[in-house]
């Protein structure tokens, strides 16, 4: 079977309307090729949005975006017109060169020697000035332009500034002021205000920076659309809940991602980047002094000829989009035909009552699809005012009106309910789950000590929002850093628990260990299916305690913030819980050592069953009493990391006993390669480190020969029908009570990594 593809999409907020249809519009375009898609959703580059600035530990959200590499992803697809759209041009250049070696498409945002697609910032705000302009006699038109270091915010601006000229409006430098592209800009609008208090229109070059001049225009006792006239861009999810609604500029996310990301097998082979720009158009509310829809507009946005002939494939098209030809949408697409028919064959009656009645029903049909989650309401609202002036066109009989009219009054408050109906039914389901969380966890926490820490008690009853999946990773070693410190990803982290189709289950110690980039496909998952997955991280202030991998469709996304969020409480007591419980456990050993004599218990329980070496547990414990060991600071230790060499094909084609007997062998490869006082364990599978005292740096290369001598002499001698070989990494260092243990094995594995590849090039993939 061909290999699947793997696509990474960096995101930011999930709650953000506009990336969520992002997720949406990838999603699609991942199932239509069989792909799997990784979302991984962090925050923001540089200054903190406005949403957010009250909260000082955001900047955890973006290590997630660390978690795809090389290994894991074959494209990335990243939001960089949001993530970075406050960031200076040296906080790109980091944020860019922290990304992995994979082709690279930015989203929103163009950016030299980088496949780009976009939003045309041209189409969509000449025609909000325009409108400004023709529509409603606007002449003394200022402008909030965003920074310039920001690419978008330069093209706006020109658009500004061409749109007056082809007007024969001269240009006033004074009349622009240059924001930030959040809320936090009153000065600069006041400023602008007091510069120019005859102005009769602002236009905004972003819905955040419109929303802060709403409160200034407030402060000065102005209303938008009455005594100044407003428009903003993006159509952020503020827009249409503002007082009054925004006039703005709009174009699907979810339909340039699906364009973006259908292409992605293009973007992988290219060998030139490209720039592809998606149309966008002008949205009408009262901001800008309209009142209701300009249905004549409207007509010309969604493409209807006069006649509305076309009427069932421009407005699907218009509600729609992408998701047309999606199958969880067919009943959506149906109810939505049968509407349009009867709605047609309503006019060519002349008005039949029984087929008006038909209408109804039919759109009532609609209303129990789930239309909501593909199609804002203010859409359907237009598409509903374009029928209501056509119908009222085409009746003559004022009868005939009144009861169309009725009809439609219904219909009107029919879809109000459903609105609300649908808002609540989200917030009952999701405080549904937070409770059930709540008490899970509460559970958790006070259940037996004695039993070790249950955290697979977390993830019961997840399932009933719909995930396929859900994983609890967590982060070894040192978890806290701060906003001012660089995040190392770890090389490997700890699978907790999981849910899945077999219920949730806690792992065996022994078993934990995954390499960070198989958080999305390892043993423990069904590989058989392609995946939406999503990545999200757990932490309380500034401790980062891992990830929650979430197995799951779209439509689940606003779900996954308040599961993480409580999630990550309980965690943080596990963490708390789990020390304490370890220091009791190490103070009982001592004490019954002490009073019997007997150190074998604390050997056993930190002993690896199969091998006999260290277990995880007790490599680490012991590894850090010698490096920390005030008699050895300053001397040279060495760290070694080696990995099996194609266990996978020995459990799947000789079976896991013939695994287990290589296991053992690399364990005794590894006794005789290493003194007796140097210190080997099993972290986990097959995967093996050690730590030994040296003298000097030439150590590696009498050790590394070594190993692969005894490796190749036991191989020949156990004479089985597959080779038993080992790859290894090296990693010296002082010792000294302020290493870190775990970022000597990553750096070990960095090392081990390297020589895998060069084997893979040399005589094909192990693994």
């Known amino acids: 079977m061909e290999k699947r593809l793997n696509i990474g999409f960096l995101v930011d907020d999930l709650d953000n309307y506009f990336s969520a249809q992002c997720c949406k519009g990838a999603e699609l375009a991942a199932k239509a090729l069989d792909a799997n898609l990784y979302i991984l959703p962090g925050r923001y580059i540089g200054a903190p949005d406005s949403r957010y600035g009250f909260k000082d530990y955001e900047y955890q959200y973006n290590s997630v975006f660390r978690l795809v590499n090389e290994r894991n992803i074959d494209v990335l697809y990243v939001l960089f017109g949001t993530i970075c759209s406050r960031a ?46 023709e529509r409603h006699s606007a002449k003394t038109i200022g402008f909030v332009s965003g920074p310039l270091s920001n690419k978008e915010a330069v093209q706006r601006l020109e658009t500004y500034r061409e749109t007056l000229e082809n007007h024969n409006i001269g240009i006033d430098e004074s009349l622009i002021a240059y924001g930030d592209f959040t809320e936090n800009c009153p000065e600069v609008i006041d400023e602008l205000l007091d510069r120019h208090p005859e102005l009769d229109s602002i236009v905004f070059a972003n819905d955040r920076m419109a929303l802060c001049g709403y409160k200034v225009l407030e402060r000065r006792g102005l209303t938008p659309g009455k005594d100044i006239l407003v428009t903003g861009y993006d159509n952020d999810d503020i827009s249409n809940t503002m007082s009054p609604p925004l006039t703005t500029v709009d174009a699907s996310s979810a339909d340039l991602t699906y364009q973006a990301v259908i292409n992605a097998p293009h973007y992988i082979k290219a060998e030139e980047t490209s720039l592809v720009e998606t149309q966008t158009h002008l949205i009408q509310r009262k901001s800008c002094g309209c009142c209701g829809v300009d249905v004549e507009t409207m007509k010309s946005r969604i493409g209807l000829k006069d006649d509305m002939s076309d009427l069932d494939a421009a407005v699907t098209d218009y509600l729609l989009g992408i998701f047309a030809d999606d199958e969880e949408v067919t009943e959506i697409g149906e109810a939505l035909y049968e509407f349009f028919v009867n709605y047609n064959d309503y006019l060519k009656s002349g008005g039949d009552s029984a087929i008006l009645a038909k209408l109804h029903s039919s759109f009532d049909s609609f209303l129990h699809t789930s239309f909501l989650e593909y199609i ?27 009861e169309f009219l009725e009809m439609f009054t219904e219909i009107y408050r029919d879809m109000a309910y459903t609105d609300e109906q649908s808002g609540q039914a989200f917030v009952n389901k999701r405080d549904r789950l937070e409770r059930l969380i709540t008490k899970e966890s ?4 006070y259940a037996s000590s004695d039993e070790g820490i249950q955290y697979e008690k977390l993830l019961y009853g997840v399932e009933q929002i719909g995930f396929n999946g859900m994983y609890i990773y967590a982060y070894q070693g040192n978890t806290s850093y701060t906003s001012t410190d660089t995040w190392r990803c770890p090389s490997s982290v700890l699978l907790k628990a999981l849910n899945d189709i077999n219920g949730p289950r806690s792992i065996n110690e022994e078993q934990q260990l995954i390499r960070t980039e198989q958080i999305f496909a390892n043993e423990y998952m069904d590989e058989t299916h392609r995946k939406t997955m999503v990545a999200y991280p757990m932490f309380v202030g ?20 308040p599961i993480a969020q409580q999630m990550s409480i309980t965690v943080r007591s596990i963490v708390m819980l789990d020390v304490q419980n370890k220091a009791r456990q190490e103070l009982q050993v001592t004490l019954e050592k002490f009073m019997k004599d007997n150190s074998l218990l604390d050997e056993i329980a930190k002993s690896d069953e199969l091998t006999g070496l260290y277990n995880r547990r007790g490599f680490i414990n012991n590894a850090e009493n010698v490096i920390k060991n005030p008699n050895n600071v300053g001397k040279t230790a060495l760290v070694c990391y080696a990995d099996m060499d194609n266990l996978k094909m020995v459990n799947d084609k000789f079976g896991h006993d013939e695994g287990d007997f290589a296991i053992k062998t690399i364990a005794d490869v590894l006794r005789e390669a290493f003194r007796t006082n140097d210190i080997v364990g099993r972290m986990g599978g097959d995967e093996f480190v050690v730590l030994a005292l040296i003298n000097g740096d030439s150590a590696v290369d009498v050790i590394k020969p070594r190993i692969e001598k005894i490796t190749q002499e036991k191989s020949d001698k156990a004479a089985k029908p597959y080779p038993i070989a080992v790859s290894t990494g090296f990693c010296t260092f002082e010792c000294g009570s302020d290493i870190d243990i775990y970022e000597k094995l990553d750096l070990a594995d960095a090392k081990l990594y390297e020589e895998k590849q060069e084997k893979k090039k040399k005589n094909g993939s192990y693994r």
């Open 542 to 561: 500034i401790d980062l305690f891992g990830v929650l991998v979430f197995d799951t469709d779209c439509s689940n996304l606003n779900f996954i913030a």
């Open 376 to 402: 804002p309401i203010e859409k359907i609202f237009n598409v509903l005012q374009i029928l209501k002036v056509n119908a009222f066109e085409r009746l003559s009989d004022n009868d005939k009106k009144f």
């Open 442 to 445: 509460a559970d958790m926490l």
């Open 88 to 133: 200076t041009e040296e906080e790109k250049e980091a944020f860019i060169a922290n990304l992995p070696d994979v082709p690279k498409v930015f989203l929103f945002a163009s950016r030299d020697g980088v496949n780009s697609v976009m939003f045309d910032n041209k189409s969509g705000l000449s025609a909000a000035i325009e409108h400004l302009i």
